[in-house]
Each structure stands twice: as C-alpha cells, then as structure tokens.
C-alpha cells in the first residue's frame, strides 16, 4: 500500500459543470501523475507533476488542468466537463529516490470513476 | 509514438496451467518496463518491473522477461490459480519517472 487516496471515488455530473478530482499521498514522493482508463484507449497520462507547482501536460491533456501546491496533493480539474470525459481516473506517484517505494516503480490510487451526463 | 501491444485480449486457462503472457512495444528505447495487476473495479497493482539493461525478474510464481532489442516482454505465471484470474497490463517508460505506455491489457481467466 502506498498511501494514496483519490476522492470522490464516484461523481456524476452534468455536461458543462466543472469537476475537481483530488490525489492525496501520506508520504513526500515527489513525481505524481493523472491517467485515465477508458475501453478500447487503455490507460492514457493527462497531466503529471514532477514537484510542488511543477507540471507538464500528457497525452490526452486537452480539457484538463492541474495543480499542487502541496507534495501530498495533485488535484485534476475538469473546467467544463463534457460527455467524452466520462471515465474512470487513476492518480499515480512515484519517487526517483525510492524511500518507501521501488525505485522508478509508478503506484495507482483506487481510481475515480466519473459519469458526465 | 511508442506503442505497446498486447495479444490475445482475453485467455481462459485450466488451474495449475504455467502461461505465458506476450507484450510487444515498437522503441526498444525504453528505460523499463512494468507489469501490472488490475480486478475489475479496482486500482492498478505493481507485479515487477524490468529495467532496460536487466533480462528478467521473479517474484514468486511470476517471472517477466525482457528482450530490449526485439521490442518484447513476457509474463510467466507458474501453476495458475482461481485467484490469478486478473487483467495483466505492461507498460513502458523512456525515462526515469516518465509517462508510462501501457498495452491494452489481458484477461485472464484460470477455471478451477
């Protein structure tokens, strides 16, 4: 277990609305990312975040913005959802250093399944 | 575009069955390589992971290979159970701490 919690683990919500999805780690890793999984696509990297308020964009990064400003927080912000982003959202981290953790080995919350309607 | 690929989609095997599970990527210029576990409705969970200069890696009845040069991974499950019934994801990255490719997933299904 790595510590990591994603909240809310269900949301629904309608088309236009914007959502924020929180990723909340116990410990101080330093890399955190966003993917989500949808049928067909697998798992896709949004946004990641290599330190506080350091951020790049993924591959499927259109739609969505990011924030931490904290180490143990990397939320993912929805500014007007839309149908096509209903899926489910996983949070990752990881630590080049290791720690508590294998060293390069990337560690999922729960995930966040979202429905737009 | 470095592109992961993993076939057949779906397996069914008899329990005590030994498998082996394919994954291919088009850049063999990865920096590792992971395996995952994912049940239905659940989260990802680490198997191993294969650094690019390492050729396999075991942990218990699990063991992933690694041919950089033929763009290949294999997972070896030995003497399957119900309870690895599971789909196995395996996902490359070309850097430390990088984004993550993943391949579409297997489902595994070992029948009792």
């Known amino acids: 277990d790595a510590g990591i919690t994603q909240s809310p683990r269900h949301k629904v919500t309608e088309t236009g609305t914007p959502v924020t999805l929180r990723c909340h780690q116990t410990e101080n890793h330093r890399y955190m990312y966003w993917y989500r999984q949808d049928p067909g696509h697998g798992l896709r990297l949004i946004h990641y975040s290599y330190g506080v308020k350091d951020t790049d964009k993924g591959e499927v990064s259109d739609g969505y913005s990011v924030s931490r400003s904290k180490t143990e927080d990397f939320l993912l912000t929805l500014e007007s959802a839309t149908s096509s982003q209903t899926s489910v959202y996983f949070c990752?981290?990881?630590?080049?250093?290791?720690?508590?953790?294998?060293?390069?080995?990337?560690?999922f919350g729960p995930g966040t399944r979202l429905t737009v309607l | 575009k470095q592109e992961v690929t993993q076939i057949p989609a779906a397996l069914s095997v008899p329990e005590g069955e030994n498998l082996v599970l394919n994954c291919s990527f088009t850049?063999?210029?990865?920096?590792?390589l992971q395996w995952f576990r994912q049940d239905p409705g659940k989260g990802l969970t680490s198997l191993l992971l294969i650094q690019s200069s390492q050729r396999e890696q075991t942990s218990g009845r699990l063991n992933a290979s690694l041919d950089k040069s033929s763009g290949r991974s294999t997972l070896y499950i030995a003497a399957s159970q119900p309870g690895d019934s599971a789909t196995y994801l395996c996902a490359v990255t070309g850097g430390a701490n990088s984004k993550l490719t993943f391949g579409k997933g297997i489902t595994l299904s070992v029948r009792p």
């Open positions: 990752a981290i990881s630590d080049p250093f290791g720690g508590t953790l294998s060293t390069d080995t990337q560690y």
């Open positions: 850049d063999s210029a990865i920096y590792n």
